[in-house]
């Protein structure tokens, strides 16, 4: 019986702009282990399948002043130093951490990620990301950002680099024989020799083979080159997917990019972004809403918004109860540039309308209300195949995320689409996905350039 995925977010205080303000959010979220540590307890209470910590390599956001009225422009603990210290006082939620290929090295990257995939027992998940904003080159030695094309191209490259260290050694090639003195067998290593466009890299990877084989590679690109990156690299590709119809539409695509990249489709578990505001009662599950919106400072809105565009919204020039105007192309994140002005256009939203939709969580789909319309919803998605699951973005930590598991998922576990018990002990295992054979990632990797 096909079951739903489940993940949530884990941010500083919770996933809206305004969510800090909030009298149940913790203050010091971003540099507190201990609201971590309490979040992914939560979710594996629930049974979730793994929490993901975000991030990025500079402070975002437009201006310094809507950086300094809001928690949500990326200051917080470096994410795999963070999930660390959470797998010792965790069992079974997967841990997954975003880390860019644009400004990182392949070696790096493997090698953290097979060290917290031994660390936690198998639960590791990287989210591999190209980084989206200048602010970002600037602190890279570039005095602007990667091209888009380019950035997909290393990415590419970069992913066959980190799959190939991970298969450096055998599952057993650590013996550890002292009778004959013998720790591991040459037989069983294998040095990569990479030489690539973009990255030479010898090999091989000084960490043992991780435990998942590979931890669980996520990918959230919805443009045409993230997708085919996805397709060919990724075990689950988030996607910011408002509109039901184009949920479906972005389902069936990625599974046919799948099967032409040579896979199972069921190998790649698409996850829907998901936003909802829980209460015991409609109204009650709107005025939450409201006293949200009610706290929202003006400069954060539309900073949070030109942020999203990869466009500065100057007021002065386009009214914010004005229409959005048409837009020149970004070099940031293009498929969320182009999944708000549709949204706006067939919505008829005003920028600040807008604002606020991106305030309120606008990149995810929305719910508001009881827990079982919640589920009604999600599970709506679900069965008409918009998605394999969802990553959970609670507007408040830790008090959205306490209603969602504490109501919603006792309901969707009343309708037999989530688990009542994790299935296995590793990551892979819970998500239903096969562990990689040594060697795979050798065989599937884009030509690499002489």
């Known amino acids: 019986m096909r079951r739903m995925r489940l993940g949530t977010i884990i941010t500083v205080s919770g996933s809206h702009g305004a969510s800090w303000l909030h009298p149940t959010s913790p203050r010091d979220g971003a540099f507190n282990i201990q609201r971590l540590i309490e979040g992914a307890r939560t979710a594996e209470a629930a049974k979730l399948d793994f929490i993901f910590l975000a991030d990025s390599l500079a402070l975002q956001g437009i201006s310094l002043e809507a950086q300094s009225r809001t928690a949500n422009f990326g200051v917080r603990l470096e994410p795999l130093t963070a999930l660390a210290a959470v797998s010792m006082l965790t069992r079974r939620v997967g841990l997954v951490a975003t880390a860019t290929t644009t400004y990182n090295e392949p070696f790096h990257v493997a090698r953290k990620f097979a060290s917290l995939d031994h660390i936690s027992g198998g639960r590791a998940g990287w989210n591999l990301v190209t980084s989206s904003t200048e602010t970002e080159a600037q602190n890279f030695g570039r005095s602007e950002h990667m091209p888009h094309a380019e950035r997909y191209a290393r990415a590419n490259e970069f992913a066959d680099v980190v799959m190939g260290l991970w298969d450096s050694w055998e599952d057993d090639a650590f013996v550890r024989d002292v009778a004959n003195c013998r720790y591991f067998d040459p037989a069983k290593l294998h040095v990569l020799e990479h030489r690539g466009e973009h990255f030479r890299v010898r090999g091989p990877l000084n960490v043992a083979r991780p435990p998942q084989g590979h931890p669980v590679v996520f990918q959230a690109g919805s443009s045409g080159p993230g997708m085919a990156l996805a397709a060919r690299t990724a075990d689950c590709v988030f996607t910011a997917q408002p509109d039901a119809a184009k949920a479906r539409a972005f389902y069936r695509e990625m599974k046919d990019l799948a099967r032409k990249a040579g896979r199972d489709p069921e190998t790649l578990k698409v996850i829907m ?51 959005v105007p048409d837009l020149p192309l970004t070099n940031s994140s293009q498929s969320r540039q182009a999944m708000l002005v549709e949204t706006a256009r067939r919505e008829n939203l ?42 959970l973005a609670p507007a408040l930590i830790p008090l959205s995320l306490r209603e969602f598991t504490d109501q919603v998922v006792p309901e969707l576990q009343r309708r037999g689409l989530f688990r009542t018990e994790y299935e296995g002990t590793t990551l892979r295992e819970n998500l239903g996905l096969p562990r990689p054979q040594v060697g795979i990632a050798r065989r599937t990797a884009a030509p690499a350039s002489a």
Request: aromatic share 4%; charged share 15%.
């Open 273 to 323: 972004g998901f936003n909802p505001i829980v209460g015991p009662t409609q109204a009650m599950a709107e005025a939450r809403l409201q006293e949200m919106e009610e706290l929202v400072h003006p400069m954060v809105g539309l900073g949070l918004l030109s942020m999203a565009l990869g466009v500065t919204i100057d007021p002065a020039v386009h009214p914010l109860d004005g229409p």
């Open 350 to 391: 005003t920028l600040r309308q807008l604002a606020l939709r991106q305030v309120n969580g606008a990149n995810h789909n929305f719910a508001v209300g009881t827990p079982s319309a919640v589920a009604d919803k999600m599970e709506e998605l679900f069965a008409t195949e918009a998605a394999d699951g969802f990553l």
